[in-house]
């Protein structure tokens, strides 16, 4: 899992990170990654290009996760579109983001959640995200365009 890494990562004193998946395909202009500018508010995430995901014919997060979260019966938990983590770019300003991260991924509660309803580090990372209404600044990021 991702949480545990990049915590390790800004505990050795890493300022500023960009994490890349490593079954992703990147165009020469990568390098353009580095020049964005830091987000305090939340780490920059790519974002998907659909609102809602639904996997084994329910609406993810699932009713557990979202009690979890403490999100209400009848709110709209999800206002942006979830975060896909194949692309991170962080700073020290998110170490404690993340280490409420690692906990929620080996919490006792969300192993016994995992056994019913479909759940994964980059959900959970996106159930923080928006019970914290920390939204990125930057939704899109293009990896696999024509250089500029």
């Not at 998946?21 to 998907?48: A, C, E, H, M, Y």
């Not at 700073?91 to 929620?104: A, G, I, T, Y």
């Not at 959900?123 to 995200?129: A, K």
Request: hydrophobic share 40%; aromatic share 14%; net charge negative.
């Amino acid at each position: 899992m991702k949480a545990p890494v990049f915590v390790d990562v800004l505990k050795r004193g890493v300022q500023h990170a960009v994490f890349l998946d490593s079954d992703i395909q990147v165009r020469p202009n990568i390098d353009n990654l580095f020049d964005i500018p830091q987000d305090t508010t939340g780490p920059i995430i790519q974002k998907q290009k659909w609102e809602y995901v639904i996997a084994n014919g329910m609406y993810i997060p699932g009713p557990l996760v979202r009690n979890y979260f403490g999100f209400k019966e009848d709110e709209k938990f999800q206002l942006y579109p979830a975060g896909i983590t194949y692309l991170v770019i962080f700073n020290q300003s998110h170490l404690e983001l993340f280490k409420e991260w690692k906990e929620v991924c080996f919490s006792e509660r969300i192993q016994e959640i995992r056994k019913t309803e479909f759940l994964h580090d980059e959900l959970l990372l996106n159930c923080l995200l928006w019970r914290d209404k920390m939204y990125s600044k930057f939704v899109y990021i293009g990896l696999n365009v024509v250089d500029d």
